[in-house]
């Protein structure tokens, strides 16, 4: 019972959330990226803001919310803080061309259900 307490509070999820998918991440009060080997070009940004738009990643978190799945509690609060926040992530990632390495490292198992 403590623990779905915990969870409709944003700030534990977010958490959560970051422990999870990146252990021993920095937190920083704002979206930021470094990287020393490459710099993306204007065109890459552009591209990588057609792609990815706020609407886009809430229109995915929405539809995955509809899934009865374990864990999807964890986001019912928190799309409206997570949206730009996963946002920027993803810009990032296609701009600069590069998908973390757990995002790769990822094995998917399909659930046979009746009916």
């Not at 998918?21 to 704002?30: A, G, L, M, Q, R």
């Not at 990226?33 to 792609?51: G, L, M, S």
């Not at 490292?105 to 659930?111: G, P, T």
């Amino acid at each position: 019972m403590e623990l779905i307490c915990h969870l409709m509070f944003p700030s534990f999820l977010l958490h959560i959330i970051i422990e999870t998918h990146f252990p021993s991440c920095k937190i920083v009060d704002k979206p930021e990226w470094q990287n020393n080997n490459k710099t993306p070009t204007k065109a890459d940004w552009v591209i990588a803001n057609n792609i990815v738009t706020y609407e886009s990643v809430r229109w995915a978190i929405e539809s995955y919310l509809q899934v009865p799945v374990t864990f999807s509690p964890l986001f019912y609060n928190g799309p409206d803080h997570l949206i730009p926040w996963l946002a920027e992530i993803f810009k990032a990632c296609l701009a600069y061309r590069y998908i973390p390495l757990t995002w790769r490292e990822v094995k998917v198992v399909f659930l046979p259900k009746p009916g």
